[in-house]
């Protein structure tokens, strides 16, 4: 038998809204919040899974 590394990577993803005078300041606010574990995504925010070995990534949607 051979032995294999294999990458998961998640993707999540959340809208937040949120009052800014700007787009930058808006994501500004939004990153602090974030980096400060006010913003937390989770199973909920899932979108999909990918799978690579290599340079052959396999996507896995998440309806699948």
């Not at 800014?20 to 939004?30: F, H, L, N, Q, T």
């Amino acid at each position: 038998m051979n032995t294999y590394e294999v990458e998961i990577q998640e993707t999540l993803t959340r809208l937040v809204t949120v009052e800014a005078s700007s787009p930058d300041e808006a994501i500004r606010k939004v990153s602090a919040n974030y980096k400060a574990g006010e913003i937390v995504l989770d199973s909920e925010n899932y979108i999909d899974s990918n799978f690579a070995h290599g340079k052959h990534p396999v996507c896995l949607d998440k309806s699948a």
